[in-house]
């Protein structure tokens, strides 16, 4: 029994550790859900197909994320399409797991009225069928309901949101939540919009004089060289963690997470420890819709209300929206959080829990034996 697993991450580009964590976490819960199975990985954005062997041994292909493309938004990782039509040509069942948006700024209005790109909307209902028809053997999960509404609009049939493979330990879920009574060490971590690294490192600095702890920046993607040589801010470390999974046990000593890149946010919910998120696009804003987590959207609350449809990245708005700060205070969320004896983050960990079972288990247990 061997299954194929489709990465997004990109080993050789940013070196994005959320997605190289999202696919960790995917094959740890098949074992620990299927028992153990044989199972390749490969990467939709470097390795062709031409670079499998012998796809008619999978009895699964197995995509961990999905983005679904809206019309005139830019391509999806190169040869996914390619995995996607062979399985389906060699009838092998195709399941996506947690396919998330990353449309900005991610609103509740845009998820109603935004069009999926023709040849898009044509390949997923075509392999994954309508909505309102029985389910079929290849099965289309969402990360979050701002995307599961998306591509009900579309006319695509999901299994539903399930959430991010990532939020899921099994050897962590039910377990007491980490909940610090003081603080003594946070990490910052670092967005993807270059317009925000001043504003993240002044909240790291806030964070570090109003609770007399240790605060680090963390880099989630690679830096060029000329970018860390002319960062030049000595007084916060900088903590470079692209490259893996691995790396972002970087995180195990520290209290808590306030910063931009979603799977800080997740690698800390899965640990049962607080985080607050910054949302930068539709997969942070996404995610907090979802579980009412603790946090908030990078773009203004009258930016983010009134945006209808997908924003041109020429359009002079995008740029102003991109330049803009939250308008909440992170440092005082967070301070009315631990106060309040972390109503939020428990909340959120008990949906967590409550998906799992609902949600995430049933959907691993429909893969083929």
């Given at each position: 029994m061997t299954y194929l697993v489709l990465s997004t991450f990109p080993a050789n580009g940013s070196g994005n550790?959320?997605?190289a964590l999202i696919t960790?976490?995917?094959?740890?819960?098949i074992h620990k859900v299927k028992g153990y199975k044989q199972i390749d990985v490969k990467r939709l954005a470097e390795e062709d197909i031409d670079q499998v062997q012998d796809f008619s041994k999978y009895k699964a292909v197995i995509f961990a994320g999905f983005a679904p493309k809206v019309d005139g938004a830019g391509l999806a990782p190169r040869y996914r399409n390619r995995y996607l039509?062979?399985?389906?040509?060699?009838?092998i069942p195709v399941f996506v797991f947690g396919s998330g948006w990353t449309v900005y700024p991610g609103n509740v209005n845009q998820s109603k009225r935004l069009r999926l790109a023709d040849d898009e909307k044509e390949l997923l209902v075509r392999t994954f069928g309508y909505t309102g028809e029985s389910l079929q053997k290849n099965v289309f999960s969402t990360r979050d309901q701002p995307t599961e509404r998306l591509l009900t609009k579309n006319d695509v049939k999901t299994y539903g949101t399930i959430g991010d493979c990532a939020l899921?330990?099994?050897?962590?879920?039910?377990?007491k939540p980490k909940l610090p009574e003081s603080i003594q060490k946070v990490a910052v971590s670092m967005p993807h919009n270059s317009a925000h690294f001043l504003f993240a490192y002044e909240l790291a600095k806030a964070i570090k004089k109003d609770f007399s702890c240790d605060v680090s920046l963390t880099l989630h993607s690679k830096w060029s060289k000329k970018r860390m040589a002319l960062w030049g801010k000595d007084d916060i470390p900088l903590i470079d963690l692209a490259g893996g999974a691995k790396k972002l046990s970087h995180y195990k000593n520290y209290d808590?997470?306030?910063?931009?890149?979603?799977?800080g946010h997740i690698w800390f919910l899965r640990?049962?420890?607080?985080?607050?998120?910054l949302g930068e696009d539709g997969r942070g804003f996404?995610?907090?819709q979802t579980f009412r987590g603790l946090g908030g959207s990078v773009v203004p609350k009258h930016y983010l209300d009134h945006t209808l449809e997908r924003i041109e990245v020429k359009d002079p708005l995008y740029q102003t929206m991109k330049k803009s700060l939250p308008d909440f205070d992170p440092l005082e969320m967070m301070k009315e959080e631990i106060i309040a004896g972390y109503p939020v983050t428990k909340r959120?960990?008990?949906?967590?829990?409550?998906?799992w079972v609902k949600k995430m288990e049933p959907m691993l247990r429909m893969l083929p034996d």
């Open positions: 550790s959320g997605d960790k976490s995917l094959i740890q819960l039509q062979e399985a389906v040509k060699r009838s899921f330990d099994v050897d962590q879920l039910f377990t808590l997470h306030v910063g931009f890149r979603l799977h640990n049962r420890k607080p985080s607050l998120l996404g995610h907090l959120t960990l008990e949906q967590i829990d409550r998906l």
